[in-house]
């Protein structure tokens, strides 16, 4: 069961749909990160961009920081597909590159001043903030910031009745097309958050309704059963360990030769899709 885990960790990241093609601009070993008061714009990916012959790993954190202020600076809104996978990930690259701390600070502004008098209008908004702060703990400090405390209890105040939150339906999976993938974000989240935030009183209640909405919305494809998977290593009561090591086998049968996954095969087996 060990390896199964750390496989699943190795999964993640196709999981959650960040499948990262990244074009790297030019820098100067000396120039200055980015930042918001001159993030320039990243410009559009082309697949004619030449590849680099070795990995790096401050072009790739340049490239990161240059996308996530882009988009930060000029769409004005945190977002699912963009900044919190950004929050998530950016944190392995610190002992390389350290980032400017100004998209973790647009995310805690959302807590700080945008609901400072009134939750979340939008369900959606509370749990990509809960979850981008969260990891971004996780991944850094260890320990659960009072900003995200903050933010994880709001995400609760939101939560229907039912166990989901009001979600993006764009047609993008699967971030932005179903109520579940947001569900299975915030049991996972409340799994990550450190000082066991989900043996809190609000995170119980919150979580009891979670399990409600998993046993009467079935998943649907690989994905939700993947992120359902995931989830369940850290919150008790979402999957069996027979369902799980089901799940990673499935996962594992879809490996494409080149390592990774392709998420219309997660979701090729969702028939109203």
């Known amino acids: ?74 769409h004005k809104c945190v977002s699912c597909h963009t900044d919190m996978g950004y929050l998530f990930a950016r944190p392995a690259l610190n002992p390389t590159l350290p980032d400017s701390g100004e998209v973790r600070a647009f995310y805690e502004r959302y807590v700080t001043e945008t609901w400072k008098d009134e939750p979340p209008s939008q369900g959606v908004h509370a749990v990509v903030v809960a979850s981008g702060l969260t990891f971004n703990d996780a991944q850094t400090t260890g320990k659960l910031h009072e900003v995200t405390r903050r933010a994880l209890d709001l995400m609760w105040k939101v939560q229907r009745e039912d166990g989901s939150w009001q979600w993006l339906k764009c047609g993008w999976p699967p971030m932005e097309s179903d109520e579940h ?16 935030y989900a043996e809190t009183e609000a995170a119980r209640a919150g979580l009891k309704k979670v399990r409600s909405y998993l046993e009467n919305n079935q998943p649907l494809s690989l994905h939700h059963r993947a992120m359902v998977a995931w989830a369940s290593q850290r919150i008790h009561g979402l999957m069996s360990d027979q369902q799980r090591a089901e799940t990673l086998e499935e996962l594992l049968s879809l490996q494409r030769p080149d390592a990774g996954w392709s998420t219309p095969g997660l979701l090729a087996d969702w028939k109203e899709f």
Not at 45 to 72: G, M, Q
Not at 181 to 189: D, E, Q
Request: with cysteine.
């Open 1 to 74: 069961m060990h390896r199964k885990a750390r496989l699943l960790r190795i999964l993640a990241c196709s999981v959650m749909g960040w499948c990262l093609t990244l074009t790297i601009p030019c820098y100067g070993q000396n120039e200055e990160p980015a930042i918001l008061a001159n993030v320039a714009d990243p410009g559009r990916i082309s697949s004619e961009e030449p590849i680099v012959k070795n990995f790096s790993a401050e072009k790739a954190a340049r490239y990161l920081d240059t996308a996530a202020l882009h988009w930060a600076g000029t």
């Open 181 to 196: 993938y947001g569900v299975t974000l915030a049991a996972l989240t409340v799994g990550m958050a450190p000082e066991k």
